[in-house]
T-cell receptor
Framework: DSGVTQTPKHLITATGQRVTLRCSPRSGDLSVYWYQQSLDQGLQFLIQYYNGEERAKGNILERFSAQQFPDLHSELNLSSLELGDSALYFC?????????????FGAGTRLSVL | GENVEQHPSTLSVQEGDSAVIKCTYSDSASNYFPWYKQELGKRPQLIIDIRSNVGEKKDQRIAVTLNKTAKHFSLHITETQPEDSAVYFCAPNNNAGNMLTFGGGTRLMVKP
């Protein structure tokens, strides 16, 4: 167990809908990273938050947004869902804001858009 | 951003053989070089990492070697076992808070 908690584990929804994925980092970690992993694909970095502020942005669609709350948990909001958004979404946490540290991954949320 | 490539994309070895996966990167400022293992349906987990002040690090059957001049680092697994079968990712990075780039992954299959 990495200490990073993601909910829900599975999410099934329809095209056009909006969902929220939640991530609680390891105790004491200030950074949260979000990744998308499509079937048999690599890990695509979406966005990083550090202590409540956006720190780095990857290939995140405009339909997607994220935030990190004062208690350091983070939410990834996906709207106007399309079939191609079906994927495994991981979050990871690190103690500091630098990418040059071990990433501790949650178990992921599997999103299926039908 | 960083361009990261892994080779090979798939690797099949016989149990007991060695496996080597190479990761090349473009950002000369990279100073942290981790390897992650992802078993089917599971989360990625760090298996070994190295920082730019050393050239090699070993942990039992696993080692990582770094060539900063040529901008590549490699994962070496000796005496492979079926439980080594997984996808392996590299993710070179530096201290600047820029976007993280993972390699495309290498699927290792160890045949008993």
């Amino acid at each position: 167990d990495s200490g990073v908690t993601q909910t829900p584990k599975h999410l099934i929804t329809a095209t056009g809908q909006r969902v929220t994925l939640r991530c609680s980092p390891r105790s004491g970690d200030l950074s949260v990273y979000w990744y998308q992993q499509s079937l048999d694909q690599g890990l695509q970095f979406l966005i990083q938050y550090y202590n409540g502020e956006e720190r780095a942005k990857g290939n995140i669609l405009e339909r997607f947004s994220a935030q990190q709350f004062p208690d350091l948990h983070s939410e990834l909001n996906l709207s106007s869902l399309e079939l191609g958004d079906s994927a495994l979404y991981f979050c990871a946490s690190t103690p500091g804001g630098s990418g040059a540290n071990i990433q501790y991954f949650g178990a992921g949320t599997r999103l299926s858009v039908l | 951003g960083e361009n990261v490539e892994q080779h090979p994309s798939t690797l099949s070895v016989q149990e007991g053989d060695s496996a080597v996966i190479k990761c090349t990167y473009s950002d000369s400022a990279s100073n942290y070089f981790p390897w992650y293992k992802q078993e089917l349906g599971k989360r990625p987990q760090l298996i070994i990492d190295i920082r730019s002040n050393v050239g090699e690090k070993k942990d039992q059957r696993i080692a990582v070697t770094l060539n900063k001049t040529a901008k590549h680092f490699s994962l070496h697994i000796t005496e492979t076992q079926p439980e080594d079968s997984a996808v392996y990712f590299c993710a070179p990075n530096n201290n600047a808070g820029n976007m993280l780039t993972f390699g495309g992954g290498t699927r290792l299959m160890v045949k008993p």
